[in-house]
């Protein structure tokens, strides 16, 4: 039933989790972990109608009305401060979990781990994190027909830190473990900016600045992936 993807997502979390999944769909993934972790539960959030009403029959479905809560609201919005201790954010790009946090930062005291699955820009989600005290834990990236996915999980602390420009582009973990998916993602990346780069460079008035970032961004890349 549960994807790869969230399976990944799951194995981030601690045996007798109390988690919030903002933006749950179906609640595949807080099923999957009350089946799976007999102590874990959980809050399923949706600021849509549709998924709203899918999540709640789901969990009906499978039995646990108990362990499982759908509440209907607009990200962090439907927790209140205290009330978990981890927060997922799945299947989404990496400003949208960023402006979610940002937007419900209040709700986030007491909230010890965040784990970010974004389906693109995970970058701005590592830079989000490195800003308001999480600090990187642990991150994987996983292949699924044929899409590349990261998941970064982060925990809070009081040190801070800052990533260098290539681990917030790159991923720390991730670019130390230069597994497989990892480099083929980059392959691509690269091949996608020197695309954009070259079709920017017949334009009438170039973007500079944006055509400069491209061009550093590949010499970063390349330095990791030889
Ligand atoms: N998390 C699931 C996963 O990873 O498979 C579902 C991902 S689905 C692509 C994104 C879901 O997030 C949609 O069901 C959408 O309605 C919901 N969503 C988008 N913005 C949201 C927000 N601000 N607050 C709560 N849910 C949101």
């Not at 989600?125 to 292949?143: C, H, K, P, S, T």
């Not at 996915?149 to 982060?154: L, M």
């Not at 970032?213 to 390349?222: A, D, G, V």
């Amino acid at each position: 039933l549960v994807s790869n993807r969230l399976q990944c997502v799951a194995s981030f979390l601690p045996k007798g989790a109390l988690f919030a999944d903002i933006g749950s769909d179906h609640a595949y993934l807080p099923v999957y972990v009350c089946h799976l972790d007999k102590q874990a539960t959980a809050i399923a959030g949706e600021i849509n109608e549709g998924p709203y009403q899918s999540a709640k029959s789901t969990v009906v479905e499978e039995g646990l009305t108990d362990r499982i809560e759908v509440r209907k609201g607009d990200g962090l919005a439907v927790i209140s401060a205290n009330e978990v201790n981890q927060v997922v954010i799945a299947g989404m790009g990496g400003s949208l979990i960023s402006a979610i946090l940002q937007e419900g930062k209040e709700k986030l005291a007491g909230v010890g781990q965040i784990i970010a699955q974004p389906n693109v820009e995970a970058r701005a989600v590592r830079v989000w994190l490195q800003d308001n005290g999480y600090r990187l834990n642990g991150e994987a990236i996983l292949e699924e027909a044929g899409h590349r996915y990261e998941v970064i999980s982060a925990i809070s602390s009081d040190i801070t830190y800052s990533m260098t420009e290539t681990e917030l582009l790159l991923g720390p973990y991730l670019m130390k473990e230069k597994s497989d998916p990892f480099q083929r993602k980059w392959k691509l990346e690269i091949e996608k900016r020197e695309r954009v780069l070259k079709q920017m460079k017949k334009a009438k008035s170039p973007d500079e600045k944006k055509m400069e970032t491209f061009r550093h961004e590949i010499e970063l890349i390349k330095e990791v992936l030889t």
